[in-house]
């Protein structure tokens, strides 16, 4: 399946100078989304995990079909105020400013394997704050997995440096 030709390119969104990878237009093309979550599914069926852990908003939107197809629990990561009960949180740098993502205390147990999802991989900061959550519950973090890597802004390498392995199903070049 040619992943790139499902997802849109929104030049100048949400500002100047930004290619907006959108892949609603993906998820609205039936085969193609069913062949997104399968492939996902064929990476990590029978791999040793415990939980997958979808970053708010749009990783939601393949971690949680993926755990579904996979028999395993699903644990949001969300912005900071959403989630109902006691949470732990990790505040990380953007360019400008910082954020602050949460996790429900108690969603991860010490010691299990936790594979990561979001829709897409520029910089590495949001991942890697999330890594950072899981490894403070004593999770360990089996892999980041994407529908899309821009490796040119170096997302891939800054996690692979900190020993977090990752893995795409597709790859645009450029920022
Ligand atoms: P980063 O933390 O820089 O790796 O950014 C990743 C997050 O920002 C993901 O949750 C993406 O949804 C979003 N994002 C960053 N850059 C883009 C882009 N060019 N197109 C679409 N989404 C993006």
Redesign the pocket.
């Known amino acids: 399946m040619d992943f790139n030709s499902l997802i849109r ?2 030049p100048d ?1 949400p500002k100047a100078g ?6 609603t237009t993906l998820l609205k093309d039936g085969p193609g989304f069913h062949a997104a979550i399968e492939a996902l599914v064929q990476r990590y069926r029978g791999q040793t995990i415990s939980k997958i852990v979808g ?5 939601f939107m393949f971690a949680a079909p993926l755990a579904y197809a996979l028999k395993l629990g699903f644990v949001p990561i969300r912005k900071k105020g959403k989630l109902p009960g006691n949470t732990i949180g990790h505040d ?1 740098e ?1 360019e400008y400013g910082t954020d602050r993502i949460e996790i429900h205390h108690g969603a991860i147990e010490a010691g299990e394997h936790i594979l990561i999802v ?12 999330a890594a950072t959550l899981v490894q403070k519950m004593g999770g360990k973090v089996v892999e980041c997995a ?1 529908l ?1 890597d ?1 490796p040119d ?1 170096g ?1 891939r390498q800054r996690l692979e440096n900190e020993g977090l392995p990752v893995f795409a199903l597709c790859e ?1 070049e450029g ?1």
């Open positions: 390119t929104i969104y930004i290619q907006f990878r959108d892949i970053i708010e908003s749009r990783g990380y953007l979001d829709d897409l991989l520029a910089t590495g900061g949001t991942a890697q704050a994407f899309v821009l802004i997302g645009f920022d």
